[in-house]
């Protein structure tokens, strides 16, 4: 299994619900990403897990919380968001070593209204 | 801290062109270089990465790239484009060790015209 598995490819909320947006990788990978993207921009990073364990946090609001509950799964949990959140959102893994590069999902498109 | 360049929003070529993607980074040690392409609503794509093993890298889909230090340049090629070949191009870098980040250029959107 090579890929990068992210649900669901679509969402649509508003300001008040609460979702959550699912990644899962089976490559071993021990290095897990969060990424926005907006429209004809480069991806963003939002959050980095090692070993399961959060290592970077690009200063992202709390109302987006990430989960890492094991070695192959990443949550991004929505809460109270904005209009101007509306973006892809793309899930990304690596081995810990930075030569391999990444492995993207294919991202969930999120449209807040 | 890495950053790069990637010179040119939107490149168009003629089908059975050359296509030239130019990319510059700055490190402040021996980076990792790589390319990735992103087709309109999907992920993005590893194209061929540069890890200092050979200065010239072959990838997938025909493309290569060269590692020139003395420029501080890894420009995307390919001989001929094709239609399918449409689509935005990232270059991105991240240093040696550990699990730096990568860090994205700002794109280029390569079109192709019949």
């Known amino acids: 299994d090579t890929e990068v598995t992210q649900t669901p490819k679509h969402l649509v909320m508003g300001m008040t619900n609460k979702k959550s947006l699912k990644c899962e990788q089976h490559?071993?990978?021990?290095?897990m990403y969060w990424y926005k993207q907006k429209a004809k921009k480069p991806p963003e990073l939002m959050f980095v897990?090692?070993?399961?364990?959060?290592?970077i946090n690009e200063s992202v609001p709390s109302r987006f919380s990430p989960e890492c509950p094991n070695s192959s799964l990443l949550n991004l949990h929505l809460h109270a968001l904005q209009p101007e959140d509306s973006a892809l959102y793309l899930c990304?893994?690596?081995?810990?070593?930075?030569?391999?590069?990444?492995?993207f999902g294919s991202g969930t498109r999120l449209t807040v209204v | 801290a890495q950053s790069v360049t990637q010179l040119g929003s939107h490149v168009s070529v003629s089908e059975g062109a050359l296509v030239l993607l130019r990319c510059n980074y700055s490190?402040?040690?021996?980076?990792?270089l790589f390319w990735y392409v992103q087709y309109p609503n999907q992920g993005l794509q590893l194209l061929l990465k540069?890890?200092?093993?050979?200065?010239l890298v072959k990838g997938i889909n025909g493309f290569e790239a060269e590692f020139k230090k003395s420029e501080t340049s890894f420009h995307l090629t390919k001989p001929s484009a094709h239609m399918s070949d449409a689509a935005e191009y990232f270059c991105?870098?991240?240093?040696?060790?550990?699990?730096?980040?990568?860090?994205f250029g700002k794109g280029t959107r390569l079109s192709v015209i019949a």
């Open positions: 991105a870098v991240s240093g040696n060790s550990g699990n730096t980040p990568l860090v």
């Open positions: 897990y090692s070993y399961e364990k959060l290592s």
């Open positions: 540069y890890t200092s093993a050979a200065t």
């Open positions: 990304a893994s690596s081995q810990l070593t930075a030569n391999y590069g990444y492995t």
């Open positions: 490190s402040s040690v021996p980076p990792y």
């Open positions: 490559m071993g990978h021990r290095a």
